[in-house]
């Protein structure tokens, strides 16, 4: 399996403050990679550094080969890249439909269009009609995430997806990123739900203060407790 | 014991679709009782109908005997009710302690002061840092709200709600968003609070370990109505619960 | 050093009104070329600051103090908006400092708010509206007219118009029925209903007190309807206007009864030929009625100087041009222009043409001719009209 | 506590600029000078007072032009029927009816949001502004009223200038304690966040209108004294470009400072003088330089000199004031 | 009162509505649909204007012809404005605020421009081969022009609807409303899409300013006198709804015939008279975007 997504020495500030330090990271084709870390650790501004919805000052993100650090984020998502924010931020005033036909991207072609969705997100294809802004909670990030997969992406990236989600519907998402490994889909999903996250994936990534303090399988991870609780306090 | 909040019959639909569906319960003082139910049960819904934020289509909602349905939010609030939100909801240019201190003014009716400068009111500004301190924000209190991560602006949530010292507090999915680290330090601290200042209080939660690690009742919600009530051992292993809801453990 | 004679101008040079400002400067400065040319006046050479008013009369008020103050210039000049002209005035009174009025034409300025510092070089609205209503008369006499409307912009100068139209139509006993007023908001862009309004109160005659381009719009958009076919159109204060004849070209009816402060081809003088022709050389267009003002303008202040013998003496300026008689462009043979001191406003003859052929003055099409003059001493406000507004 | 210490700059800032205008008339070379100054002033009270509503509530209010021509016009009517001697009275009489007209008017205009409220306000003005062109038996029209004289005691142009600088400085002081106190914290949470503040018990429209009557207070004020420095008013006063003008100026200043719109308004007076007195074509000149600053300094003016003495003494980002 | 006059001062209305809704037409795109606010509409409109008098009157085109070209001309003239300038503010922190700071600086720029190339001089635009006259019509006069400009009125309604609701690109400039970086990361180019819908909403302004050039005198500072009255159709049909602009400019057009038949003391103010009783009773415009309310 080759490596999909790369990012080495990645620098990141917010005006002065500077958040990510050196961060290295690889995602290879087909796995799925969790990055866990504490609250403000720096997992969103790993994905928005990866997006280029932040620049990084310094360092790299290669995708599929291609240098593509400062391609503007619309250029990265014709390339294959999807994310889900953490704050869903579906498109309040359009419908439901509306909402996953924006999703979609013109020129990639995949497994997943509307009938596709519909069928895995049941809780959707009731509300078409209905505005994304008046959904629940959860049915926004249910959304977020099947307006990502209209898409098509190559790498999926998933800001905490299990928040906000009922157990029923988590066990769902859980089912949902299982099936879509089996589609050859890459994930990248950060998440502060360890059994959710141990569930789902190959690989993890800890995050601490802006620094990846741990990398390994998921089964040496289950092992290494130390880490889970100098890190995660679990 | 006279109950804090009585909550009888209430409905809400949104052209067609019944949100709340005759929902009824009472919460007495000292109450800690959890709300959970599906995405889209109606249960932010609730909250917003009890706050004021939504006027219910019928029903009766009597808040320390006073009847509340469809009165205003700001005056629901004065009476002392708190809430804090599902989607944070904070003023996000002003630091943080100006966050929760603008709160603490508003307790002690001192927010509406023209003249004397914030840091003049005293009182405020030690409640202020003193609540920060207890959700470790202290270190941040010169930052701006935004620059502070997700988990951390939840908390912030939560400090603003505080510091009304409200007779009856409403939260929303306190601890989604956070690590595993703050869901247990702020379950710690909610309940510390709970006792500490013997407040009631009424949550929305997916967090199981939450759930059944505090609450000492827990209403499930489905489809706008109340489904059951009871004690967390009893809706553990409440079986409608569990197809409905809990799905089998992870 | 060289001795000057500083002239403070306080024109528009933007906008809509920016045309008669630029005109107005250009004229200006070529009367004190041709002075400064000739050797200047009593030792003096003319010099001018010109800034752009921008219509605003706070601004304009700044500009007037500027001038004053800072570059200590002798006279204040120019004004297109009354309402700067009123508001310029108080400065001059303030300051004792001679403005000279060259283009505004709302009587007040020489009437209600006379001041001893500020004298008018062009007509004002009731010497227009006095020619405009003698014309009326007699044309009641060969073509019996009876109803009359009016349009004009929704401002000072459009009311005052019609009100000193009614005043002297009054006065001369003529007899007539109002069909209508209409008022337009200033640079109003549509005037279809006015139009379909007017075309329902069959009026005989429309007066109308339009300024600037909205002449121009009206005409436009009346033409199609035929508006113009049945009723007089009458515009006698700033109908005339070169610049609806160029703008306008082929398009402009032929007909319709226009005046103006000035007119290119009225009358044949060698002084008119000569501004005209060496205001085209200068500028590669023909002059708007503006400019002869500021011609004016500027001959006046020679005159002054040349009397008085230096431009900072004021109070013997005032006195000077309170005795001025100056031969202008637009004074036909036999007249010359002179300043009333009682009221420091220039008299002079009007003439009232119709537009008909004429390609003479390119871009335009159209000019007026058949004149009818009238003569400056009926055209004056009389003493009991002056006694009343001043009172008040 | 860091904010403290930022609020004293900014003090500071504020009682070395005044000092400097009370300066002013002992170095002047000319009344020209009293004039501009005056200008300056005036409008700066204006633009500080706009801003409290625009820049601290975030309600972007187009029709302060009412406010202001009302303070004016009062100013100006009283002077022109009842005599000089009515200038002062009328100032105040101005400022509190405008506050009256603020309070009818306020009710109305804040059931409204967004783009929804800046319309209504232009509505409004618009209205003040047509009615007062309309009533030329009272007002004049657009003729305007001229020789407003401020009484003898105020008439030479150093005493007026003290007179308004003192009356400045005092609303200046005021707008500056207000926003450094709770409820201008309100205020900004207001902005922000509105529904969160009704969740804290306060209500929303009524701090709302608690503001926009101080702004129309002190706007009224500005325009009051103007109607002293011009010795006129006129009917642009009421117009929307009026309004328009002090959007601009608080903009550009910085809306996010409590000194930016000072600042703004300090700039646009001078620049307009400078260029105008200079070339015909000051709206190419005026408009590069806008354009210019706009690009060059997104925080505004003095928001960037803030965040610039920020960096030199290697502060954090956080909240100037 | 005669009824056929009614009728007639109705048709009247109409015609001014349809101006106004054109003139309005690109703001609402701009600031109704992408909520990007121009204060310079009008100078674009001016410019529109301009060009038409040029290709017609010195280059000597078919009227219809330079009206496309001046819709083009003034909208690559915006757009070049937009990727210079407007680009550099997106995403600021007060950056409606910069909107109209910059914008105004538009005006400032592009009216001395306008004095520098075409002068102070009143231009004017006759009105293209048949249609300078007027038709009747059950004993009515109605000008052809007029009529031609009610038809292409409702042809730009029609045609921005259709493809602002049904269209991929109207959906998208909706969407840039609402959350740009959002949408960026869906795959959309915004900064691109922004450009061209400035780019086409001042190519409608130039349009217009070339439609209405015909019936009003062509002179700088045009663009000014527009602006306000565009703002108000904008606002009071509704932010973003092109049928709202249309019943705006309609009802504007309507009581403002209707005032200066009955009223006309009292005509000028009416427009704001309007806005102020419909947002009083219709705080959201006529056709409010449906309300979209979460705690
Ligand atoms: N806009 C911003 N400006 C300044 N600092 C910011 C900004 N956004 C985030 N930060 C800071 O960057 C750090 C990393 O934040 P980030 O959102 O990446 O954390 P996270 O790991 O995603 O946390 P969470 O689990 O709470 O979402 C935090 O310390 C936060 O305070
Ligand atoms: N304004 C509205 N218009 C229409 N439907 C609405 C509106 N507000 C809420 N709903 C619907 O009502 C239902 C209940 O929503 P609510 O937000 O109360 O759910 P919830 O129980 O809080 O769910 P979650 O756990 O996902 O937050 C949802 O299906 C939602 O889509
Ligand atoms: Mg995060
Ligand atoms: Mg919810």
Redesign the interface.
């Given at each position: 399996m080759g490596v999909i997504l790369e990012a080495t020495g990645l620098n990141t500030y917010?005006?002065?403050?500077h958040i990510l330090f050196d961060v290295n990271l690889d995602v290879r084709a087909g796995e799925t990679v969790c990055l866990m870390?504490?609250?403000?650790?720096g997992k969103?501004t790993t994905f928005r550094s990866l997006?280029g919805?932040t620049l990084p000052r310094e360092g790299r993100v290669m995708f599929r080969d291609r240098d593509c650090t400062r391609l503007?984020?619309?250029r990265?998502?014709?390339l294959g890249m999807?994310?889900v924010?953490?704050?869903r931020?579906v498109?309040?005033?359009?419908t439901v439909r509306?909402n996953l036909?924006?999703?979609r991207?013109?020129g990639?072609k995949g497994p997943w269009d509307l009938d596709t969705v519909f069928h895995q997100f049941p809780?959707l294809e009731r509300m078409v009609h209905r505005?994304g802004?008046?959904?629940?909670?959860?049915?926004q990030?249910?959304l977020a995430i099947a307006?990502a997969l209209m898409?098509n992406p190559d790498v999926l990236m998933l800001d905490?997806p299990s928040?906000?989600?009922?157990?029923?519907?988590?066990?769902r998402l859980?089912e949902l990123i299982l099936s879509l490994k089996e589609h050859k889909t890459t994930i990248l999903l950060s998440e502060?739900n360890?059994?959710?996250a141990m569930?789902v994936s190959d690989r993890v990534v800890v995050i601490d203060k802006g620094h990846v303090v741990y990398k390994g399988a998921i089964e040496e991870f289950r092992r290494e407790e130390s880490i889970q609780k100098r890190y995660?306090?679990? | 014991m006279e109950p804090v909040l009585v909550v009888d019959g209430i409905e809400k639909s949104f052209g067609g679709l019944k949100v709340t569906d005759k929902v009824s319960f009472s919460m007495f003082p000292g109450d800690l009782t959890a709300i959970i139910g599906p995405n889209g049960a109606g249960k932010t819904t609730l909250f917003n109908i009890l706050t004021g934020h939504l006027a219910p289509d019928a029903g009766s909602i009597r808040f320390e005997g006073k009847e509340i349905a469809g009165a205003r939010t700001q005056d629901i609030v004065t009476m002392g009710m708190g809430r804090a939100f599902q989607i944070t909801s904070i003023f996000p240019e002003e630091t943080v302690l100006d966050n929760v201190r603008v709160a603490c003014l508003s307790k002690l009716r001192e927010a509406t002061v023209f003249i004397r400068p914030i840091s003049a009111h005293k009182r405020a500004t030690d409640r202020a840092y003193q609540i920060l301190e207890s959700l470790g924000l202290e270190k941040f209190s010169d930052r701006r709200a935004f620059e502070l991560s997700h988990g951390d602006q939840k908390l912030l949530d939560i400090g603003i709600a505080l510091a009304l010292e409200p007779k009856l507090l409403l939260l929303d999915e306190p601890t989604s968003g956070m690590s595993p680290e703050e869901r247990l330090l702020t379950r710690e601290l909610i309940k510390k609070l709970w006792s500490l200042f013997n407040l009631t209080l009424l949550f929305i939660e997916h967090d199981m370990d939450m759930v059944f690690g505090i609450a000492l009742k827990v209403l499930v919600l489905q489809q706008g109505a109340l489904l059951v009530e009871g004690t967390p051992e009893e809706i553990r292993s409440n079986p409608e619960v569990i197809t409905a809801y809990l799905g089998e453990e992870l | 050093q060289e001795k000057v004679i500083k002239i403070g101008a306080i024109y528009p040079m933007t906008g809509r009104a920016g045309l008669y400002g630029m005109d107005s400067v250009a004229a200006m400065e070529m009367a004190m070329e041709e002075i400064n040319a000739k050797g200047g006046v009593a030792g003096y050479k003319l010099d001018a600051l010109s800034t752009d008013s921008k219509v605003k009369p706070d601004y304009s008020v700044r500009i007037a103090k500027r001038y004053i103050e800072e570059d200590k210039v002798h006279f204040l000049f120019g004004v297109v908006s009354s309402g700067v002209g009123l508001a310029v005035t108080e400065v001059s009174k303030q300051y004792k400092k001679i403005f000279i009025g060259t283009d505004h034409a709302a009587t007040e300025l020489t009437v209600d708010n006379f001041q001893p510092y500020y004298f008018r070089v062009s007509n004002n609205t009731f010497q227009s509206m006095a020619a405009g209503a003698i014309y009326l008369k007699e044309l009641q006499a060969q073509k019996p007219w009876k109803r009359i409307a009016y349009i004009g912009p929704d401002y000072a100068y459009g009311h005052s118009q019609w009100n000193e139209l009614r005043y002297c139509l009054d006065r001369l006993g003529v007899q007539y029925e109002v069909a209508g007023e209409h008022w337009p908001k200033l640079a109003q862009p549509d005037y279809t209903p006015f139009i379909t309004t007017i075309m329902k109160d069959k009026p005989d005659i429309l007066v109308s007190g339009f300024w600037g381009g909205d002449t121009v719009a009206f005409i436009k958009q009346a033409i199609p309807y035929g508006l113009l076919k049945n009723v007089l159109y009458f515009h006698p204060d700033a109908g005339g206007n070169y610049e609806l004849m160029s703008s306008m070209g082929d398009e402009l009816p032929d007909g319709l009864v226009l005046s103006a402060r000035h007119h290119n081809n009225w009358p044949d003088t060698e002084l008119n030929r000569k501004f005209v022709g060496d205001f085209f050389k200068r500028t590669g267009r023909y002059p708007s009625y503006a400019a002869e003002g500021a011609y004016a303008g500027v001959y006046a202040i020679a005159y002054a100087v040349e009397k008085v013998g230096n431009p900072d003496d004021a109070d013997a300026l005032v006195k000077a041009l309170e005795g001025m008689k100056l031969k202008l462009p637009e004074d036909p043979e036999g007249f010359t222009s002179y300043m009333d001191p009682d009221t420091h406003q220039i008299v002079q003859m009007q003439a009232i043409g119709v537009t008909m052929p004429n390609a003479d003055f390119p871009p335009a099409k159209k000019m007026l001719g058949n004149w009818k003059i009238y003569k400056a001493e009926d055209l004056l406000p009389p003493k009991e009209y002056i006694e009343m507004k001043r009172k008040k | 506590m860091e904010s403290n210490k930022r609020g004293w700059t900014t003090q500071w800032a504020g009682i070395a600029v005044l000092a400097l205008f009370a300066l002013l008339p002992l170095v002047k070379t000319s009344d020209y000078q009293l004039t501009v100054a005056n200008n300056v002033l005036l409008w700066a009270v204006f633009a500080m007072s706009f801003n409290m509503l625009f820049g601290v509530t975030g309600m972007l209010s187009f029709g302060q032009a009412l406010y202001f021509g009302f303070g004016a016009y009062s100013v100006g009517l009283f002077a022109y029927y009842q005599g000089t001697w009515w200038f002062l009275p009328a100032l105040f009489l101005g400022m509190a009816g405008s506050g009256i007209l603020a309070l009818l008017i306020g009710p109305l205009v804040l059931r409204l949001t967004g783009v929804y409220f800046t319309m209504l306000t232009l509505a409004f003005a618009q209205l003040g502004w047509g009615i007062v062109v309309k009533w030329y038996d009272f007002t004049n029209g657009d003729d305007g009223i001229q020789g407003i004289m401020p009484p003898a005691a105020l008439s030479n142009k150093v005493v007026y200038y003290y007179f308004c600088l003192v009356l400045v400085s005092v609303s200046v002081w005021f707008l500056w304690r207000i926003s450094r106190s709770p409820f201008g914290l309100m205020l900004r949470c207001i902005r922000q966040n509105p529904s969160r503040v009704r969740f804290l018990g306060r209500r929303v429209k009524r701090n709302q209108l608690r503001i926009y009557v101080i702004s129309a207070v002190f706007t009224a004020l500005a325009g009051g004294l103007m109607a002293g420095v011009d010795n006129s008013v006129h009917t642009g006063m009421w117009y929307w470009t009026t309004s328009g003008e002090v959007i601009l100026m608080s903009i550009l200043g910085g809306m996010g400072q409590f000194f930016g719109p000072f600042v703004g308004a300090a700039i646009m007076i001078l620049i307009e003088d400078m260029v105008g007195a200079r070339t015909e074509f000051w709206s190419m000149v005026i408009g590069i330089v806008m354009l210019t600053m706009v690009i060059l300094l997104p925080k505004g003016v003095v928001g960037e000199l803030v965040q610039l003495k920020e960096r030199l003494f290697k502060r954090s980002s956080a909240l100037g004031v | 009162m005669d009824p056929s006059f009614l009728v007639i001062q109705g048709i009247s209305g109409l015609t001014m509505a349809m101006i106004l809704f054109l003139v309005a037409s690109g703001l609402t795109l701009l600031f109704g649909v992408v909520n990007v606010f121009n204060f310079a509409h009008g100078s674009f409109y001016m410019l529109g204007a301009y060009f038409a008098y040029t290709f017609v009157s010195i280059l000597g085109f078919n009227f219809w012809v330079s009206l496309l070209l001046a819709g083009v001309a003034a909208g690559a003239f915006g757009m070049l404005m937009e990727m210079l300038f407007l680009r550099r503010i997106y995403g600021r922190a007060e950056e409606a605020g910069f909107q109209i700071l910059l914008t105004y600086s538009f005006i400032l720029i592009i009216d001395d421009l306008v004095k520098m190339v075409w002068g102070t001089e009143y231009k004017s635009l006759q009105r293209p081969d048949g249609f300078s006259g007027s038709v009747e019509l059950l004993g009515m006069v109605l000008p052809s022009y007029n009529l031609a400009i009610i038809v292409l009125g409702l042809l730009v309604a029609v045609g921005s609807w259709l493809v602002l609701s049904r269209t991929r690109g109207g959906r998208i400039a909706r969407a840039t409303a609402i959350d740009r970086e959002m949408l960026s990361t869906l795959g959309v180019n915004v900064p691109l899409t922004l450009s061209l819908t400035f780019g086409i909403a001042t190519a409608l302004g130039g349009v217009a300013g070339a439609l209405a050039a015909p019936l009003r005198s062509v002179t700088p500072g045009a663009g000014i006198e527009v602006i306000i009255d565009s703002l108000i159709v904008v606002v009071l049909g509704g932010m973003g709804n092109f049928w709202g602009a249309l019943l705006g400019s309609l009802i504007i057009g309507e009581v403002t015939a209707f005032a200066v038949a009955f009223v006309p003391d009292w005509a000028s103010l009416f427009s704001f008279l309007v806005m102020i009783v419909v947002l009083i009773f219709k705080p959201e415009g006529l056709f409010s975007p449906a309300k979209v309310r979460r705690a």
């Amino acid at each position: 399996m080759g490596v999909i997504l790369e990012a080495t020495g990645l620098n990141t500030y917010y005006g002065r403050s500077h958040i990510l330090f050196d961060v290295n990271l690889d995602v290879r084709a087909g796995e799925t990679v969790c990055l866990m870390g504490r609250n403000g650790a720096g997992k969103t501004t790993t994905f928005r550094s990866l997006m280029g919805l932040t620049l990084p000052r310094e360092g790299r993100v290669m995708f599929r080969d291609r240098d593509c650090t400062r391609l503007p984020p619309y250029r990265k998502a014709r390339l294959g890249m999807g994310l889900v924010p953490e704050d869903r931020r579906v498109f309040g005033p359009f419908t439901v439909r509306e909402n996953l036909e924006m999703g979609r991207i013109p020129g990639r072609k995949g497994p997943w269009d509307l009938d596709t969705v519909f069928h895995q997100f049941p809780v959707l294809e009731r509300m078409v009609h209905r505005l994304g802004g008046t959904l629940s909670g959860g049915e926004q990030q249910m959304l977020a995430i099947a307006r990502a997969l209209m898409g098509n992406p190559d790498v999926l990236m998933l800001d905490e997806p299990s928040e906000g989600l009922s157990p029923v519907i988590v066990v769902r998402l859980k089912e949902l990123i299982l099936s879509l490994k089996e589609h050859k889909t890459t994930i990248l999903l950060s998440e502060q739900n360890i059994r959710f996250a141990m569930a789902v994936s190959d690989r993890v990534v800890v995050i601490d203060k802006g620094h990846v303090v741990y990398k390994g399988a998921i089964e040496e991870f289950r092992r290494e407790e130390s880490i889970q609780k100098r890190y995660l306090a679990v | 014991m006279e109950p804090v909040l009585v909550v009888d019959g209430i409905e809400k639909s949104f052209g067609g679709l019944k949100v709340t569906d005759k929902v009824s319960f009472s919460m007495f003082p000292g109450d800690l009782t959890a709300i959970i139910g599906p995405n889209g049960a109606g249960k932010t819904t609730l909250f917003n109908i009890l706050t004021g934020h939504l006027a219910p289509d019928a029903g009766s909602i009597r808040f320390e005997g006073k009847e509340i349905a469809g009165a205003r939010t700001q005056d629901i609030v004065t009476m002392g009710m708190g809430r804090a939100f599902q989607i944070t909801s904070i003023f996000p240019e002003e630091t943080v302690l100006d966050n929760v201190r603008v709160a603490c003014l508003s307790k002690l009716r001192e927010a509406t002061v023209f003249i004397r400068p914030i840091s003049a009111h005293k009182r405020a500004t030690d409640r202020a840092y003193q609540i920060l301190e207890s959700l470790g924000l202290e270190k941040f209190s010169d930052r701006r709200a935004f620059e502070l991560s997700h988990g951390d602006q939840k908390l912030l949530d939560i400090g603003i709600a505080l510091a009304l010292e409200p007779k009856l507090l409403l939260l929303d999915e306190p601890t989604s968003g956070m690590s595993p680290e703050e869901r247990l330090l702020t379950r710690e601290l909610i309940k510390k609070l709970w006792s500490l200042f013997n407040l009631t209080l009424l949550f929305i939660e997916h967090d199981m370990d939450m759930v059944f690690g505090i609450a000492l009742k827990v209403l499930v919600l489905q489809q706008g109505a109340l489904l059951v009530e009871g004690t967390p051992e009893e809706i553990r292993s409440n079986p409608e619960v569990i197809t409905a809801y809990l799905g089998e453990e992870l | 050093q060289e001795k000057v004679i500083k002239i403070g101008a306080i024109y528009p040079m933007t906008g809509r009104a920016g045309l008669y400002g630029m005109d107005s400067v250009a004229a200006m400065e070529m009367a004190m070329e041709e002075i400064n040319a000739k050797g200047g006046v009593a030792g003096y050479k003319l010099d001018a600051l010109s800034t752009d008013s921008k219509v605003k009369p706070d601004y304009s008020v700044r500009i007037a103090k500027r001038y004053i103050e800072e570059d200590k210039v002798h006279f204040l000049f120019g004004v297109v908006s009354s309402g700067v002209g009123l508001a310029v005035t108080e400065v001059s009174k303030q300051y004792k400092k001679i403005f000279i009025g060259t283009d505004h034409a709302a009587t007040e300025l020489t009437v209600d708010n006379f001041q001893p510092y500020y004298f008018r070089v062009s007509n004002n609205t009731f010497q227009s509206m006095a020619a405009g209503a003698i014309y009326l008369k007699e044309l009641q006499a060969q073509k019996p007219w009876k109803r009359i409307a009016y349009i004009g912009p929704d401002y000072a100068y459009g009311h005052s118009q019609w009100n000193e139209l009614r005043y002297c139509l009054d006065r001369l006993g003529v007899q007539y029925e109002v069909a209508g007023e209409h008022w337009p908001k200033l640079a109003q862009p549509d005037y279809t209903p006015f139009i379909t309004t007017i075309m329902k109160d069959k009026p005989d005659i429309l007066v109308s007190g339009f300024w600037g381009g909205d002449t121009v719009a009206f005409i436009k958009q009346a033409i199609p309807y035929g508006l113009l076919k049945n009723v007089l159109y009458f515009h006698p204060d700033a109908g005339g206007n070169y610049e609806l004849m160029s703008s306008m070209g082929d398009e402009l009816p032929d007909g319709l009864v226009l005046s103006a402060r000035h007119h290119n081809n009225w009358p044949d003088t060698e002084l008119n030929r000569k501004f005209v022709g060496d205001f085209f050389k200068r500028t590669g267009r023909y002059p708007s009625y503006a400019a002869e003002g500021a011609y004016a303008g500027v001959y006046a202040i020679a005159y002054a100087v040349e009397k008085v013998g230096n431009p900072d003496d004021a109070d013997a300026l005032v006195k000077a041009l309170e005795g001025m008689k100056l031969k202008l462009p637009e004074d036909p043979e036999g007249f010359t222009s002179y300043m009333d001191p009682d009221t420091h406003q220039i008299v002079q003859m009007q003439a009232i043409g119709v537009t008909m052929p004429n390609a003479d003055f390119p871009p335009a099409k159209k000019m007026l001719g058949n004149w009818k003059i009238y003569k400056a001493e009926d055209l004056l406000p009389p003493k009991e009209y002056i006694e009343m507004k001043r009172k008040k | 506590m860091e904010s403290n210490k930022r609020g004293w700059t900014t003090q500071w800032a504020g009682i070395a600029v005044l000092a400097l205008f009370a300066l002013l008339p002992l170095v002047k070379t000319s009344d020209y000078q009293l004039t501009v100054a005056n200008n300056v002033l005036l409008w700066a009270v204006f633009a500080m007072s706009f801003n409290m509503l625009f820049g601290v509530t975030g309600m972007l209010s187009f029709g302060q032009a009412l406010y202001f021509g009302f303070g004016a016009y009062s100013v100006g009517l009283f002077a022109y029927y009842q005599g000089t001697w009515w200038f002062l009275p009328a100032l105040f009489l101005g400022m509190a009816g405008s506050g009256i007209l603020a309070l009818l008017i306020g009710p109305l205009v804040l059931r409204l949001t967004g783009v929804y409220f800046t319309m209504l306000t232009l509505a409004f003005a618009q209205l003040g502004w047509g009615i007062v062109v309309k009533w030329y038996d009272f007002t004049n029209g657009d003729d305007g009223i001229q020789g407003i004289m401020p009484p003898a005691a105020l008439s030479n142009k150093v005493v007026y200038y003290y007179f308004c600088l003192v009356l400045v400085s005092v609303s200046v002081w005021f707008l500056w304690r207000i926003s450094r106190s709770p409820f201008g914290l309100m205020l900004r949470c207001i902005r922000q966040n509105p529904s969160r503040v009704r969740f804290l018990g306060r209500r929303v429209k009524r701090n709302q209108l608690r503001i926009y009557v101080i702004s129309a207070v002190f706007t009224a004020l500005a325009g009051g004294l103007m109607a002293g420095v011009d010795n006129s008013v006129h009917t642009g006063m009421w117009y929307w470009t009026t309004s328009g003008e002090v959007i601009l100026m608080s903009i550009l200043g910085g809306m996010g400072q409590f000194f930016g719109p000072f600042v703004g308004a300090a700039i646009m007076i001078l620049i307009e003088d400078m260029v105008g007195a200079r070339t015909e074509f000051w709206s190419m000149v005026i408009g590069i330089v806008m354009l210019t600053m706009v690009i060059l300094l997104p925080k505004g003016v003095v928001g960037e000199l803030v965040q610039l003495k920020e960096r030199l003494f290697k502060r954090s980002s956080a909240l100037g004031v | 009162m005669d009824p056929s006059f009614l009728v007639i001062q109705g048709i009247s209305g109409l015609t001014m509505a349809m101006i106004l809704f054109l003139v309005a037409s690109g703001l609402t795109l701009l600031f109704g649909v992408v909520n990007v606010f121009n204060f310079a509409h009008g100078s674009f409109y001016m410019l529109g204007a301009y060009f038409a008098y040029t290709f017609v009157s010195i280059l000597g085109f078919n009227f219809w012809v330079s009206l496309l070209l001046a819709g083009v001309a003034a909208g690559a003239f915006g757009m070049l404005m937009e990727m210079l300038f407007l680009r550099r503010i997106y995403g600021r922190a007060e950056e409606a605020g910069f909107q109209i700071l910059l914008t105004y600086s538009f005006i400032l720029i592009i009216d001395d421009l306008v004095k520098m190339v075409w002068g102070t001089e009143y231009k004017s635009l006759q009105r293209p081969d048949g249609f300078s006259g007027s038709v009747e019509l059950l004993g009515m006069v109605l000008p052809s022009y007029n009529l031609a400009i009610i038809v292409l009125g409702l042809l730009v309604a029609v045609g921005s609807w259709l493809v602002l609701s049904r269209t991929r690109g109207g959906r998208i400039a909706r969407a840039t409303a609402i959350d740009r970086e959002m949408l960026s990361t869906l795959g959309v180019n915004v900064p691109l899409t922004l450009s061209l819908t400035f780019g086409i909403a001042t190519a409608l302004g130039g349009v217009a300013g070339a439609l209405a050039a015909p019936l009003r005198s062509v002179t700088p500072g045009a663009g000014i006198e527009v602006i306000i009255d565009s703002l108000i159709v904008v606002v009071l049909g509704g932010m973003g709804n092109f049928w709202g602009a249309l019943l705006g400019s309609l009802i504007i057009g309507e009581v403002t015939a209707f005032a200066v038949a009955f009223v006309p003391d009292w005509a000028s103010l009416f427009s704001f008279l309007v806005m102020i009783v419909v947002l009083i009773f219709k705080p959201e415009g006529l056709f409010s975007p449906a309300k979209v309310r979460r705690a």
